[in-house]
């Protein structure tokens, strides 16, 4: 996929909400009802771990969700993008990157959201086209200031940012200027998933997306 399309993709999936919800699903029966108590709370973007024994089949049965928008998480190689593309994710999401995963990309039509965490690596990056690029890991100690810092130098590069960001977090990361978008499974708490709270998941949405 040319690389300024899949860029540009990425970053109108990424202002579609403020989040990205990025949930641990033991149970695909729950898939399905988690992606509608999401979009409900105005919070259509879902990343899934593809690293997950069941990703493909939660991918494929919340792909199945109107207005759901699922992505696969954790890419790390050619496989992981095939099992992604068959279950019907949307994107890929990449924690770091390698040269022969982004020629794999280049051939095929899935928008890419390349992982970086260093000045260097979002370099390299953009020398490749890429303008929308996943921070990572987010939520570490330097990663507010390094997100600073690179606004000046690169400012037509921007961010989704996942790791480790709480709700309370978030808003800081959030107000940065190059900041899209925030991954986090802080919307989807585990303890709500097992009792199949599904209108407990879409309140914590909507009051997230007003914070």
Request: aromatic share 4%.
């Amino acid at each position: 996929m040319q690389t300024k399309l899949a860029s540009d993709t990425i970053e109108m999936i990424c202002r579609t909400s403020p989040f990205i919800s990025t949930p641990t699903l033991a149970d695909a029966a729950h898939a399905a009802p988690l992606a509608r108590a999401l979009t409900r709370g105005r919070l259509p973007v879902i990343q899934i771990s593809i690293r997950r024994r069941n990703a493909a089949d939660i991918i494929r049965e919340m792909a199945q969700v109107p207005d759901a928008i699922v992505g696969a998480g954790m890419v790390l190689s050619p496989d992981d993008v095939r099992i992604a593309r068959e279950a019907g994710a949307k994107f890929c999401t990449t924690p770091g990157i390698t040269d022969p995963l982004l020629r794999y990309f280049d051939g095929i039509e899935l928008p890419l959201l390349p992982g970086c965490a260093t000045p260097t690596e979002a370099l390299h990056l953009l020398s490749r086209g890429y303008t929308t690029l996943n921070f990572f890991p987010g939520g570490s100690p330097n990663a507010l200031t390094m997100l600073k810092a690179i606004q000046q130098p690169l400012p037509q590069l921007r961010f989704c940012v996942s790791g480790d960001i709480d709700l309370d977090a978030a808003p800081d990361y959030i107000a940065l200027s190059n900041v899209l978008s925030v991954a986090t499974d802080a919307v989807t708490p585990p303890e709500l998933i097992e009792k199949r709270d599904w209108e407990g998941i879409t309140l914590l949405a909507r009051n997230a997306t007003r914070r």
